[in-house]
């Protein structure tokens, strides 16, 4: 779904309105709904990737909570991000790095189109 769409602009009228009239204890999960149901439009794939993120960031504020010291939480904190970091990276150029390295896996249907 393009920003730049009639159908966009309905779904963040909709988000916001549902937002703001949701009681304050559930605007996270409201938005967190709302995050989902925008990348299932784009694709179970990308809905799945969000949840395997969501999940995985999820389990590793709890293990930062929990770390003892501060240079404990400091290195959980440092190796979460590069995580994600990494695999926004590889997400974003997996399709570029195909069509450069393996060119022949086009033949195959992994190219762009």
């Known amino acids: 779904m393009s920003f730049l769409t009639f159908n966009f602009a309905i779904f963040l009228a909709l988000s916001l309105l549902v937002f703001h009239l949701g009681k304050s204890r559930w605007r996270d999960g409201i938005l967190l709904l709302f995050s989902y149901l925008f990348y299932l439009y784009c694709g179970v794939t990308y ?3 969000l949840a395997a993120v969501t999940t995985g ?8 909570e929990k770390g003892g010291s ?4 400091r290195a959980l904190m440092t190796v ?11 997400v974003k150029s997996a399709q570029w790095f195909i069509n450069k390295f393996l060119p022949h896996t086009t033949r195959f249907g992994l190219d762009e189109t």
């Open 47 to 49: 809905t799945l990737l």
């Open 80 to 90: 979460s991000v590069t995580v994600l970091v990494v695999l926004i990276f590889g």
């Open 70 to 73: 501060d240079k404990g939480k």
């Open 57 to 64: 960031v999820y389990f590793a504020a709890i293990a930062i």
